[in-house]
């Protein structure tokens, strides 16, 4: 559980800002951490935890936000 003013990247969102203990995002940073399992990313091939229903890393998704193609 997150308890102090922390920063720390996370496979399925990117990089959080620091974070305090009573922000709301504190609670929903919990929930992803629960649900997430160790995955390949589909297009690189890299071991990440994702979310359950993900297949992609935020690394991968921001390269094709940004037009890469693979």
């Known amino acids: 559980m997150l ?15 620091e974070i305090e203990p009573d922000d709301p995002d504190v609670e929903f940073a919990q929930i992803v951490r629960d649900d997430s399992v160790k995955k390949t990313c ?9 979310r359950q229903a993900y297949d992609k890393c935020n690394s991968c998704m921001e390269k094709l936000e940004r037009g890469q193609e693979w």
């Not at 308890?3 to 959080?16: A, L, P, R, V």
């Not at 589909?42 to 994702?50: A, D, K, P, Q």
């Open 42 to 50: 589909r297009l690189c091939g890299e071991e990440v935890y994702l």
């Open 3 to 17: 308890k102090k003013k922390t920063s720390y990247y996370d496979d399925n969102f990117g990089h959080w800002e």
